[in-house]
C-alpha cells in the first residue's frame, strides 16, 4: 500500500472519530430504573398533560365555533353572502398557514410566559368576534386569531415531544388532538343551550363572548404551572429532572431554546415529512369542512337550527373515544399506517352516503353518513400526526417535520372554506 494511501485512511480514520465524539457530546443513552420512569411520567401526566389538553380544546372552541355561529344566524345578521363567509372562514385559515412556522418560537422563549400571552390576546380576539357589526371588522378578528392560535396549534404537539419518550408520545399526542372533537361536542351543547336565550343580544353574539372568555381566565394559571421543559418542572425532584432528560431514547444535551440547523436542513430533506403533509392535506380538507359547516349539514336534513346544534354533539363525542382507542391500539402494537387508511375508509364512506342519497326520506341514512365521516377523519388525522413526530430524531427536526405538515396540510382548509355554500343545500 503507497504512504498516500495510507494518509488519506489515516485522515478518513480521524474524521471518522471526531464526528464519533461530536455525536457523544450531544447524544447520551443513561439508563432509568423503571419506578424512576414510571413516577415522572405520572407526574407529567397529572402536571402538563391536562393543561396542554385543556388549552387545546379552549383553542379549538374559539377557532371551530363559526359553524355554530353560521347556524345561529351570524351571516344572515352581517348580511354575507356565500362567498363573503367563505372569506371570512379562510381569512383565520390564510394566517394560521402562513404562521405554521412559529412552532419555533416554542424553542426561543419560555412556555409558560409565551402561551399565556397567546391565550390573553386570542382569547380576547375570540370574544370581539361578538362585537362586529360588517365583514371587514369579522375578518380582522379571525386574522388575529389566526395568527395567535398557529403558534399553540403547531407547537402543542412538539412541546409534548420534549417530555414524553416515543412510545408514550402516540397516546398522548393522540389524545391531545382528540380534544377537537370534544370541544365540537362542548361547543354543540353549549350552542343548543345559548340558542335557547331570549334577550337583547344576538345568541350567536353571545356564543363568541362566552366561549372566548375561559381563554382570557385560563392565562394566570398557564404563566404559574406550565413547565418550560422537562429539567426546569418545579414538581419534580433534582434527581427527577435530571433523569427526565436521560429517560428519552436520545438526549440532546445541547441548549434547550437553541435551534439545531443540521437537524432543521435535514428535516426539510426528509421525503417522510411530506408524504405525512399530503395525507395531512386530504384528512384536513374534511376535517375543516365539518369544522365550518357540520351543524348546517345537520340542518339541511330537515331539522331546525336549534336541533342541529345538538344534533352535532353525539358524533363528535364518540369520534373522541375512538380518537383515544386508537391510540391505545397504535402503541401497543405500532400499526400507525393500517389505523390511518382504516379509519380515512370509515371517513370515506360516509362522504358518501352523504353525497349520493338525496331522498328526504331517508335523512336517517344520511345523518348515519355524518357519524362515519367525522369518527372517520378525526382519528385519521389525529394517529398521522403522530406517526410523524414518531418518525423524526431530535426535536429540531421533529419541529421541522411538523412546521411542513402544519403549513401543507393546512392549504385544503382553503378549499373546503367553500365546501358548502347556502345555495346548495
Known amino acids: 500500500m503507497s504512504d498516500s494511501k495510507v494518509v488519506e485512511d489515516d485522515k478518513m480514520d480521524i474524521s471518522h472519530l471526531e464526528e464519533t465524539k461530536d455525536v457523544e457530546k450531544q447524544t447520551t443513552h443513561i439508563a432509568v430504573s423503571d419506578d424512576m420512569q414510571k413516577r415522572i411520567k405520572r407526574k407529567f401526566d397529572r402536571r402538563v398533560l391536562p393543561i ?22 351570524a351571516q344572515k345578521d352581517l348580511n354575507l353572502s356565500d362567498s363573503e363567509w367563505t372569506w371570512v372562514l379562510n381569512a383565520f385559515y390564510i394566517c394560521y398557514t402562513l404562521c405554521e412556522w412559529s412552532v419555533v418560537f416554542w424553542k426561543i422563549f419560555p412556555a409558560h410566559i409565551y402561551v399565556a400571552a397567546l391565550c390573553v390576546v386570542w382569547g380576547a380576539a375570540a370574544m370581539a368576534s361578538g362585537a362586529v357589526h360588517n365583514m371587514a371588522s369579522m375578518i380582522v378578528v379571525r386574522v388575529i386569531l389566526g395568527i395567535l392560535e398557529a403558534g399553540f396549534g403547531a407547537g402543542a404537539p412538539y412541546y409534548l415531544s420534549l417530555f414524553y419518550q ?74 427527577e429532572q435530571k433523569a427526565s432528560l436521560t429517560r428519552l431514547t436520545t438526549v440532546d444535551t445541547t441548549a434547550t431554546r437553541k435551534l439545531n440547523w443540521h437537524q432543521v436542513l435535514s428535516g426539510m430533506g426528509d ?22 359547516f357540520l351543524p348546517t349539514i345537520v340542518q339541511n336534513l330537515g331539522y331546525s337550527s336549534i336541533q342541529a346544534q345538538g344534533l352535532t354533539a353525539p358524533p363528535y363525542l364518540l369520534s373522541f373515544i375512538l380518537c383515544v382507542c386508537a391510540a391505545i391500539y397504535s402503541d401497543r402494537f405500532g400499526h400507525r399506517g393500517f389505523v390511518v387508511a382504516g379509519f380515512s375508509f370509515i371517513g370515506g364512506v360516509g362522504y ?45 427536526k421533529r419541529g421541522t417535520g411538523l412546521a411542513i405538515l402544519a403549513i401543507l396540510g393546512q392549504c385544503s382548509s382553503f378549499a373546503s372554506s367553500a365546501l358548502f355554500p347556502t345555495k346548495d343545500a
Open 52 to 73: 396542554v389538553c385543556i388549552l387545546y380544546v379552549l383553542s379549538y372552541l374559539d377557532r371551530g365555533n363559526t359553524g355554530n355561529a353560521k347556524t345561529a344566524g
Open 166 to 239: 416515543r412510545r408514550e408520545l402516540g397516546f398522548r399526542v393522540s389524545l391531545l388532538l382528540g380534544m377537537s372533537p370534544l370541544a365540537s361536542c362542548f361547543a354543540a351543547a353549549l350552542a343548543y343551550g345559548i340558542t335557547h336565550i331570549k334577550g337583547s343580544i344576538q345568541p350567536w353574539r353571545l356564543l363568541f363572548i362566552i366561549e372566548g372568555a375561559p381563554t382570557v381566565l385560563a392565562a394566570p394559571f398557564v404563566f404559574f404551572l406550565l413547565p418550560d421543559s422537562p429539567d426546569t418542572a418545579r414538581f419534580l425532584t433534582e434527581e
Open 271 to 292: 421525503y417522510k415529512n411530506y408524504t405525512h403533509a399530503l395525507i395531512h392535506f386530504c384528512c384536513n380538507y374534511s376535517f375543516a369542512g365539518l369544522s365550518n
Open 352 to 396: 358518501l352516503l352523504l353525497a349520493t342519497i338525496e331522498k328526504p326520506h331517508l335523512s336517517s341514512v344520511r345523518y348515519f353518513g355524518i357519524w362515519l365521516s367525522v369518527c372517520g377523519i378525526f382519528p385519521a388525522l389525529a394517529i398521522n400526526l403522530t406517526w410523524l413526530l414518531n418518525n423524526q430524531g431530535g426535536d429540531s
